[in-house]
């Protein structure tokens, strides 16, 4: 065997801090220029926090600059600080330096009730501007819950069911989300030991108010954990809106067993009924429907299968087939993934003071970011509409670049031969080129 010399020198590279301008996130600046066409600057400017006259950064620089840092990953308020220090953040804001981890955590403990609300009715103007320009008619309302486990003594935090561990503190936030676009269109952040239908009656009357003025026909669509008369009499309450919400009772298997059942046509094993029900403290009877698959079960122990049902059952007022209402309900399991989207990718709930009404307006700062990215690529590009905010952040916003200034002109200078450069300038333009209307 021949022995192959490797005649190749070491190659020695000298390294240095020296070079300045640079930025790991050039991606920011179509956010950043979509923020602006959104009025999200404009409408901060509105949220008039009690300060001093010596502040050195506006509210508006410093919630955007969470917001957008949120959006490029940063998970703690001790990283916001490293962030303010980028070359196009610093450029963005017109910041002269880097503003420090107290400062950001100060402001934003300055937040209570009103402010917090302030933003949220932001959310909801902003969310009719895109709305508005999309042509939305129709909607569905995804409403759901979570548990954020928290770790300290954090006000409002408390025990209660926590699928992810056990006997731990926690927030329990409620949440509504837009199915054409994703987006978050309300949350509000609850103690731990909330039930999740707890002001949910409250909760969908605000859901209502912010809903864009063109989207006439509503579905609100929910967990067993709303089958709540009260929720359901406040839905009724709005001409036209339709409900499906599944059924939780104690005596649910009594009554289904008792009701006429009908095989579905077409469908081995697969029965359904629809009928009028009252549940104890309602004033009235309102339509249920019902599906049961034929299944067998094996038993430990058994040497033969037993065969069994397993039962959906849903109360709604949609004019439809009971399956067409269980296939519609099958449907919402995609809201999972938006409320882990929102948790895991822009880390609602991760930056924690100890102060409540602070934690509620960073947890709407991460809806808002959520938010931002989905209105952003909705309006540009459906390719990536369809991505995950931590798959859109890694291609996107993730990209390294130069600023250089000439007497009249910022330039970004971004690598020539980056894989997505085409797509990225059309997202770009794509922003450049809307015009709210």
């Known amino acids: 065997m021949m022995n192959v010399k490797n005649n190749k020198k070491t190659v020695k590279i000298k390294t240095s801090f020296t070079a300045q301008r640079l ?44 917001v957008l840092g949120l959006i490029a990953g940063m998970n703690r308020i001790s990283k ?87 006997g731990a503190s926690s927030y329990h936030p409620l949440l509504v989300f837009l199915n054409s676009t994703k987006e978050c269109l309300l949350s509000w952040l609850r103690p731990g030991d909330a039930y999740t239908a707890n002001n949910s009656s409250e909760f969908i009357k605000q859901a209502f108010s912010l809903l864009p003025s063109g989207i006439k026909d509503i579905l609100v669509r929910a967990d067993s954990g709303f089958f709540d008369g009260t929720l359901l009499s406040t839905i009724e309450s709005y001409p036209g809106v339709k409900y499906l919400i599944k059924v939780k009772l104690k005596n649910l298997q009594s009554v289904l067993l008792s009701q006429s059942w009908e095989p579905i046509p077409g469908k081995q094993n697969y029965e359904m009924t629809k009928f009028e029900y009252k549940c104890a403290g309602w004033k009235q009877t309102r339509k249920f429907v019902a599906v049961r698959i034929l299944k067998e079960k094996h038993e430990p122990g058994e040497l033969l299968p037993k065969q069994g049902y397993e039962m959906f059952c849903y ?32 880390f609602a709930g991760s930056m924690l003071t100890q102060d409540f009404w602070a934690n509620e307006a960073l947890w709407q700062a991460s809806i808002l970011a959520y938010n931002i990215t989905v209105w952003m690529r909705c309006l540009t590009d459906l390719k990536a509409a369809r991505q995950e905010p931590a798959t859109f952040r890694y291609w996107f916003v993730l990209l390294a670049g130069k600023i250089s200034k000439t007497a009249r002109q910022v330039n970004l200078k971004m690598y020539d031969a980056y894989h997505y450069k085409d797509w990225w300038r059309r997202i770009e333009k794509g922003v450049d080129d809307i015009v709210f209307r």
């Open 315 to 346: 109360v709604t007022n949609i004019d439809a087939d009971p399956l067409a209402i269980h296939y519609l309900y099958g449907d919402r399991g995609t809201s999972e993934n938006w409320i882990e989207a929102v948790k895991k990718q822009m």
């Open 23 to 66: 930025t790991n996130y050039s991606g920011l600046l179509p956010v950043f220029k979509f923020m602006h066409k959104l009025g999200f600057f404009d409408k901060l400017g509105a949220v008039n926090l009690p300060l001093g006259r010596n502040i050195k950064y506006s509210t508006q620089s410093i919630y955007g600059i969470i």
């Open 80 to 166: 916001m600080e490293s962030f303010s220090r980028d070359a196009l953040i610093q450029e963005l804001f017109g910041l002269s330096g880097h503003i420090d981890e107290d400062t950001i955590a100060n402001r934003i403990k300055r937040f209570d009730f009103q402010y917090t609300n302030t933003l949220i009715e932001h959310i909801g103007q902003m969310s009719s501007k895109v709305h508005k320009q999309l042509g939305t008619d129709a909607d569905i309302l995804d409403m759901d819950s979570t548990v954020k486990t928290t770790y300290g003594n954090q006000e409002g935090v408390s025990r209660g069911f926590n699928p992810h561990k056990k």
